[in-house]
């Protein structure tokens, strides 16, 4: 009887009618990992395709004879759509992976599988490695190609239901926006300090993880935990404070003060003040994990100010590209939100926690009740288990370690090794190593032609666990 909800009538008319729009559409669900970008669609006839593709976006190719300097002849390319590739760039690519030659492809015939081009420098000999490139993501253009459009046609309103591992491996790689902490004077090195906890006790050489944050600035503030304002921070001081860091070209700010889960009036004003300055990117750990225990609040408050820009600039490309689409993405717990909504802390886990939704409908489907989830990709190996005999929940921690940072926000229970079909092997001087580090999808393996190093794939191809003939 609440006047303030909605009319449940009227509620129930714009869900059928959004249900009877998804109906009439096309429907993708795409998974973005490191190495691959894997794609299932549903037609509105209720047909359904499939498409695998590098993260890259990045199609590659061997030409064959009868290509001259404005044409190359590639047959593997006559199931393509029709005139795809117009308006691509076509590049020679020689053995180290190094770009010898480009040209802009203006037409495709697919029966031919020829791609006519505006002019090369020379005529490419037959097995000559190329690439086709654009400036879509990898998302786009498997949704591109599976509705047949060329780059000059517009893409229908889609729905899309996206995983992605971007901040998964911006996290792991370092590879996010430079960002600062602001926190209480004298908790400056809070998350340096963190637990005081050794991971790994038999290790006789520890090696810590670069921090995530580029600076630290120390806000002259106190406040009790029952609320009482010990010192109040003067909005000058700290205005300038937060001046320097933009000035040091810091990108994102993480603002995380003692006892500000329960009274964040301080962390609102330097928010406030952080805006007034020009900073766009603001994580405040009262909105971001509002839970006492400062070392996990202040690390995810610094992951969420990592990743955010990061992300933001991602979903904001693939909205661009798709408009008036439905885009929704996976986050860690197994959860779908708007793209305007997806977060960094959020983002870690969100390609592998579908998998896990995945293999636990599957394991029902063929009459298990108990599942075990492993997952070997290019970069990383995820492993998880579902159990019906813990009430048919999924398995969530509230507060875990990944890469080397603590997260206080719901996740799936899934363990992830970096080791995978892309980590490089190597000697280090003493001893053969596997990865950690990926050759990912650019430039790959070894045997991707693209320069890369030696990965578990180029092992596996020269064991001949892998059939080249096959791919």
């Excluded at 015939?109 to 490139?133: F, K, M």
């Excluded at 911006?170 to 004077?185: E, K, M, Q, S, V």
């Excluded at 809070?190 to 050794?198: A, N, T």
């Excluded at 225990?293 to 992300?311: E, H, Q, S």
Aim: aromatic residues 6%; glycine residues 10%.
């Amino acid at each position: 009887h609440d006047r303030r909800l909605p009319n449940p009538i009227v509620l129930g008319h714009e869900l059928h009618a959004r249900f009877a729009m998804a109906d009439a559409l096309w429907e993708f669900w795409i998974d973005v990992g490191g190495t691959f970008t894997d794609t299932l669609a549903r037609a509105p006839d209720g047909r359904t395709r499939r498409l695998k593709l590098l993260s890259s976006g990045v199609t590659k190719g061997r030409v064959t004879a009868g290509s001259t300097h404005d044409a190359i002849v590639d047959a593997s390319r006559r199931d393509d759509p029709p005139n795809f590739w117009a308006g691509w760039q076509a590049a020679l690519v020689d053995e180290d992976g190094t770009t010898v030659d480009t040209s802009e492809v203006v037409a495709f015939d697919r029966i031919e599988g020829r791609l006519r081009l505006r002019g090369l420098t020379n005529s490419p000999s037959p097995g000559v490695s190329y690439e086709l490139r654009s400036p879509l993501e990898a998302p786009v253009v498997a949704i591109r190609y599976l509705l047949g459009l060329s780059l000059d046609e517009p893409v229908p309103p889609i729905v899309l239901r996206l995983g992605t591992t971007r901040g998964t491996n911006a996290l792991i790689t370092r590879g996010g926006a430079r960002t600062a902490l602001a926190t209480t004077r004298g908790f400056g090195d809070v998350l340096e300090i963190g637990y005081q906890s050794r991971l790994r006790l038999f290790e006789l050489t520890v090696r810590k993880l670069p921090p995530l944050t580029s600076a630290v600035i120390e806000i002259d503030e106190r406040v009790t935990h029952a609320g009482k304002v010990l010192i109040a921070p003067r909005e000058a001081d700290v205005r300038q404070q937060l001046e320097s860091l933009r000035d040091a070209g810091v990108e994102s700010l993480a603002i995380c003060l003692l006892h500000a889960d329960r009274h964040p009036a301080h962390e609102q004003l330097v928010a406030r003040l952080a805006r007034d300055v020009g900073f766009a990117e603001i994580s405040a750990s009262h909105e971001t994990a509002p839970l006492p225990k400062m070392v996990a609040r202040a690390d995810t408050t610094v992951v969420d100010a990592y990743l955010n820009p990061v992300l933001r600039d991602y979903v904001s490309r693939l909205s661009t590209s798709l408009p008036g689409s439905q885009v929704r993405l996976l986050t860690s717990a197994g959860g779908l939100v708007a793209a305007n909504e997806f977060r960094g802390k959020d983002s870690i886990l969100s390609g592998p926690a579908g998998g896990v939704i995945g293999f636990s409908r599957a394991a029902h489907a063929a009459g298990f009740d108990a599942a075990i989830g492993f997952d070997m990709g290019g970069t990383s190996t995820d492993v998880a288990r579902f159990d019906d005999n813990l009430g048919g929940r999924f398995e969530l921690e509230y507060e875990t370690q990944k890469a080397g940072v603590r997260l206080v926000a719901p996740t799936m229970a899934i363990e992830t090794v970096a080791a995978g079909g892309g980590s490089i092997c190597r000697f280090d001087g003493v001893k053969l190593v596997v990865g950690p580090e990926s050759a990912g999808a650019d430039p790959g393996p070894a045997c991707y032609g693209r320069g890369g190093p030696l990965t578990v794939t180029d092992c596996n191809l020269y064991l001949g666990r892998i059939v080249a003939e096959r791919f």
